[in-house]
């Protein structure tokens, strides 16, 4: 199982970009994958893209294409998401994940402490 | 985009009730799915993978069923005040992975 430590807490005006990192231990992004996942105040959990070894290349939801980047770092196990054109409702806890396949199933077992992403005027 | 639909959406029970949670997909994934545990301020445990294998470490009072391909669930055979949290299923049958909306549990 591997070990993931994010960045700190963000506060960014509409408009703006965010990079968050999240550094692993105890294992590679190629065979872990790593993804975000955010979660907004008070709502359910929503998967942002990320490398997911049995689908192959980086994935992301046609809802984020245009504006999140997720960069994976192997030389010093940091995975980066980057969020750009920053609105209110991107509030959210993001987390990165790592996991594993089991029975053509990919889950999650490793999570991140979570970073608060604020966008306020 | 495969949708995941939870139900109830909220419950309250007293210690010792057998619950069920029910996530249902908007087509057939076969067992492509898994649930997880969040506590308040907590990021998200994995407790079953593929429907039904449970984890290592979990408690053996939870459970994962379900073998129609759209309609899985959650058990838990006797609930404990340390139950409480928000429980999800998630699939990953096909990109992009989606969870569903989240059931609250908490304790009569």
């Known amino acids: 199982q591997v070990q993931l430590v994010q960045s700190g807490a963000e506060v960014k005006k509409p408009g703006s970009s965010v990079k968050v990192s999240c550094k692993a231990s105890?294992?590679?992004?190629?065979?872990?994958?790593i993804s975000w996942v955010r979660q907004a105040p008070g709502q359910g959990l929503e998967w942002i893209g990320g490398?997911?070894?049995?689908?192959?290349?980086?994935n992301y939801p046609q809802k984020f294409q245009d504006r999140v980047t997720i960069t994976a770092d192997e030389s010093t196990s940091t995975a980066y998401m980057d969020l750009s054109s920053l609105r209110s409702e991107d509030t959210a806890v993001y987390y990165c994940?790592?996991?594993?396949?089991?029975?053509?199933?990919?889950?999650?077992?490793?999570w991140g402490q979570g970073t608060l992403v604020t966008v306020s005027s | 985009d495969i949708q995941l639909t939870q139900s109830p959406s909220s419950l309250s029970a007293s210690v010792g009730d057998r619950v069920t949670i029910t996530c249902r997909a908007s087509?057939?994934?076969?067992?492509?799915v898994n649930w997880y545990q969040q506590k308040a301020g907590q990021a998200p445990k994995l407790l079953v993978s593929?429907?039904?294998?449970l984890q290592r470490g979990v408690p053996s009072r939870f459970s994962g069923g379900g073998g129609s391909g759209t309609d899985f669930t959650l058990t838990i055979s006797s609930l404990q005040p340390e139950d409480v949290g928000t429980y999800s299923c998630?699939?990953?049958?096909?990109?992009?992975?989606?969870f569903g909306g989240g059931t609250k549990v908490e304790i009569k």
């Open positions: 994940a790592s996991g594993g396949a089991v029975a053509g199933t990919w889950y999650f077992d490793s």
């Open positions: 593929a429907a039904s294998i």
């Open positions: 490398i997911i070894p049995i689908f192959g290349t980086i």
């Open positions: 105890g294992g590679s992004f190629s065979k872990f994958g």
């Open positions: 087509q057939r994934i076969n067992s492509y």
């Open positions: 998630q699939q990953s049958y096909t990109s992009p992975l989606t």
